[in-house]
């Protein structure tokens, strides 16, 4: 509040404040007790009955909230009992009085709320007192309020979005430091871990959209494939599509595949792969009751004459035919 010519300039907000709830809002003079004798008599009832002392013995309060709810047990009190200058307890008199008063506004006035914050459109976030503050994501662009409430370490932020249908707590947080904001993660539905190296592989052309469609592999290809600076990667995505439509989807997502683990990305690599894999021949494997390995019955004839032994238990020895040959002749 300023002053000009000894006049005191009254707030704007506070003038909004008196105007929405009908009342009007008056001006004390300076250290004039006989002006605002109710507001002083107010603070001092409150040291004398409230604020803990030796002569009302009250113990320090812990928390803001037991702060409120001694002052609530001692209107309840005073308000219950009977008044020294009217004979009567003021609840009564209340009670009385009611009729004569007009009727609180339903919807509060927006400064009860607290200070009016933008929610940005990309993030559910906003900034209070060098602090940041999470909201839920479906008010991104919308405004709230946001204000503080109680003392200490029982201090909470409080946001509020008013609506057509009026005022809603949309957010509760405890006091937040510079650099550490206050989230909630329940107000990131759809949010997902950012990890560094993991990207979401999205088309954004006809082109990519073509390659992305071989399948699984063409991904593998693309993700591997750019880290590793693969050059004109852009060229080999559309050779890849063109193979799909020769030799079939099926087996140049496959060759995708094997590249994309064995880091091949040279440029007929692709090529490459998918030949050796159509040109393969079968491969044999031993069984349990059948091995692939030469028997040990040739190993008989070690150490004899040449032309000795039966045939049945003689290996093939090349040798010894080429001896029975000799003497044939």
């Known amino acids: ?125 906003v900034t209070f007192e060098n602090g940041q503050y999470s909201v839920p994501a479906s008010l991104l662009g919308g405004r709230v309020f946001v204000r503080s409430h109680g003392a200490g370490g029982d201090e909470q932020v409080i946001i509020v979005h008013h609506s057509a249908k009026g005022p809603v707590e949309v957010a509760r947080h405890r006091r937040a430091r510079p650099g550490s904001p206050a989230i909630n993660d329940d107000h990131f539905p759809d949010h997902r871990p950012r990890i560094p190296g993991d990207y979401t592989v999205k088309a954004r052309t006809a082109a990519e959209t073509e390659f992305l469609a071989i399948g699984a592999g063409a991904r593998a290809w693309l993700l591997e494939a750019a880290a590793a600076g693969t050059a004109r990667m852009n060229v080999k995505m559309a050779e890849a599509v063109a193979l799909a439509k020769i030799a079939g989807q099926a087996d140049v997502d496959q060759a995708l595949g094997v590249a994309a683990i064995h880091g091949r990305f040279a440029n007929k690599d692709l090529a490459s792969i998918l030949t050796a894999a159509n040109t393969r021949t079968a491969t044999h494997a031993a069984t349990e009751t059948r091995s692939l390995t030469q028997g040990t019955a040739g190993w008989a004839a070690i150490g004899r004459p040449p032309g000795t032994g039966s045939s049945e238990t003689r290996g093939p020895v090349i040798g010894d035919s080429v001896t029975g040959l000799e003497e044939s002749a």
């Open 1 to 125: 509040m300023s002053h000009v010519a000894g006049v005191p300039v009254r707030n704007q907000q506070t003038v909004d404040f008196a105007r929405h709830y009908a009342v009007a809002a008056l001006t004390c003079q300076p250290a004039d007790p006989a002006t605002k004798g109710g507001v002083e008599a107010s603070v001092r009832v409150a040291k004398a009955d409230i604020v803990p002392k030796d002569t009302n013995l009250r113990p320090e309060y812990a928390s803001f909230a037991e702060i409120e709810a001694a002052c609530q047990v001692f209107m309840d009190e005073v308000n219950h009992r009977e008044h020294r200058a009217t004979r009567r307890k003021p609840a009564v008199m209340l009670a009385e009085e009611a009729p004569r008063l007009h009727r609180v506004p339903d919807t509060a006035h927006t400064v009860a709320f607290g200070l009016s914050r933008a929610v940005p459109e990309n993030t559910p976030m």
